[in-house]
């Protein structure tokens, strides 16, 4: 009964998902004519290039498993040279999804713990140390206590968090305490000027490249604000480009500090660009601005990613960060990213959580549903 009534909740939003939040002439935004039309174009498409069987094949209600295209970096300034976003609406959308009724028992645990595989557990503070980075992978080896795991019989099921992420000169300190601990958690490292993104791109791509030589397998970026809010999206566009090639092997999340960009019409396209520039992952915030992670931000990004998809067959991973400190807060992200994206979005590979007190309130939640109390300081010590 339960997860019908979260199904139910979830698929209200569906019926905010055409036309009303976002539109353009031309151009990427045909995503808004809602699923079945987009699915009808698609088939049109394969049709010309791809004869009736791929066309047949492309005629659903879910985006496309074939690829249309075979390079990842592209620049298609056509993409986003129209795109309209309606804010009451996006926001109409966003303040549904927190009405949603939330999950409870059993399957609010079941929740939580998929919550917890897709965090990047973080610290980015100015008085990190060797000392309380090693506290931190040995968190993220062991980010429930083990009694509590026995008790849901998912002690076996190797629950860690999705990575851990520090400062560039933290990296050594995390994969040494990881390999030490015997886990294979990747260490993620801030890059690329950040939070402001206020230096020269020459310093960006040296110390993106120190990071991953220091042993970072994923690399979280931030963009220069003023080549958005200036509108030069060439530019924008080359500068990402080139911190995905220092990047090399590692993975690398685009972090948009969408709270300074002005509008979500400027969230949509910096989206668009960072993925066609070769973005794993695009992420909301540094944490350190005024305004990070909102929901009506998400769905306009979750909906570039969609489009993204659709367009050339790339998924790329999303990521919102900074304030999200309950496990309520956890749940509605996954809720929307489940609405937005689906479910084959609800792994470490396509989802993560930038959070550094989540965690903490999660394991306070799966405490009180283990033993019907509530965690006293000492019961979690090392929350």
Not at 149 to 167: Q, R, S
Not at 255 to 274: F, H, P, R
């Amino acid at each position: 009964m339960a997860a019908r009534n979260a199904g139910t909740e979830l698929g209200k939003g569906r019926r905010l998902a055409g036309r009303e939040l976002c539109g353009a002439q031309t151009g990427p935004c045909a995503l808004y004519d809602g699923w079945r039309a987009a699915g009808a174009r698609r088939g049109r498409l394969h049709a010309r290039f791809g004869g009736p069987a791929a066309a047949s094949r492309c005629r659903v209600t879910s985006p496309p498993a074939c690829p249309l295209l075979t390079e990842r970096n592209l620049f298609k300034l056509g993409w986003i040279s129209k795109v309209y976003v309606n804010p009451p609406a996006v926001v109409r959308h966003a303040e549904q999804i927190q009405k949603w009724r939330t999950v409870k028992g059993n399957w609010q645990a079941a929740w939580l713990l998929k919550a917890v595989t897709c965090i990047d557990l973080t610290t980015l503070s100015g008085d990190d140390t060797p000392s309380n980075v090693h506290r931190l992978c040995f968190k993220a080896k062991h980010p429930i206590r083990e009694d509590l795991l026995k008790a849901m019989d998912m002690h076996d099921k190797g629950i860690t968090v999705a990575a851990v992420c520090v400062y560039p000169a933290r990296v050594t300190d995390a994969v040494n305490a990881l390999k030490a601990a015997g886990c294979d958690i990747p260490v993620a490292s801030v890059a690329a000027g950040f939070p402001s993104g206020q230096t020269p791109l020459e310093t960006k791509l040296a110390e993106i490249k120190l990071a991953v030589q220091y042993g970072a397998r994923e690399i979280d970026i931030v963009i220069s604000r003023s080549l958005v809010l200036s509108g030069q999206w060439e530019g924008l566009y080359e500068e990402i480009r080139q911190c995905r090639e220092a990047c090399g092997e590692a993975h690398m999340k685009t972090i948009l500090a969408t709270g300074e960009l002005g509008s979500l019409a400027n969230v949509y396209k910096a989206s668009m660009i960072a993925m066609m520039a070769g973005s794993d992952f695009i992420k909301t915030s540094t944490g350190k601005e005024v305004e990070n992670a909102t929901l009506p931000v998400g769905v306009v990004m979750m909906r570039a990613i969609k489009e993204f998809y659709w367009q050339t067959g790339f998924k790329v991973g999303f990521k919102p960060a900074g304030g999200i400190r309950t496990a309520k807060e956890a749940i509605t992200w996954l809720m929307l990213v489940k609405e937005e994206l689906g479910v084959e979005w609800l792994k470490p590979e396509l989802f993560r959580l930038g959070a550094s007190s989540l965690l903490e309130d999660i394991e306070k939640q799966i405490f009180h549903h283990v033993t019907g109390s509530y965690a006293l300081p000492h019961d979690l010590a090392m929350a």
